[in-house]
């Protein structure tokens, strides 16, 4: 059975920092995509990033390019996100997901991942 775990939400202010963490289990994740995506309150959810598990391939949507960055430890078959320069808008539950394809992180995909974690709330304050 599959599982995706997240860890590491809570709440900073604009200017911070966080590294939300996901652990994977269950799952034979060396040729898939591994990411997050989030959801705002009356907002739909949107791709964050991804990384290949297979490589270093990875994806970021605009809206966070140079501000946060994924990474992953194959040893501990986790996937994190760091980041950095928080502002409010950042503000969202966060989900890890996995997909075998990159695409379902792109703004209007049908691709969803098949995976999913319960979600992490992060909160951005001024």
């Known amino acids: 059975q599959v599982q995706l775990v997240e860890s590491g939400g809570g709440s900073v202010q604009a200017g911070g920092s966080l590294r939300l963490s996901c652990a994977v289990s269950?799952?034979?994740?060396?040729?898939?995509?591994v990411g997050w995506f989030r959801q705002a309150p009356g907002k739909e959810r949107e791709g964050v990033a991804s990384?290949?598990?297979?490589?270093?391939?990875?994806y970021y949507s605009d809206s966070v390019k140079g501000r946060f960055t994924i990474s992953q430890d194959n040893a501990k078959n986790a996937v994190y996100l760091l980041m950095n320069s928080l502002k409010v808008e950042d503000t969202a539950m966060y989900y890890c997901?996995?997909?075998?394809?990159?695409?379902?992180?792109?703004?209007?995909?049908?691709?969803?991942?098949?995976?999913w974690g319960q979600g992490t709330q992060v909160t951005v304050s001024l």
């Open positions: 990384i290949y598990t297979g490589g270093r391939r990875t």
């Open positions: 997901a996995a997909s075998s394809y990159e695409s379902s992180w792109y703004p209007g995909s049908s691709l969803r991942p098949g995976y």
């Open positions: 269950g799952y034979a994740a060396s040729n898939e995509y």
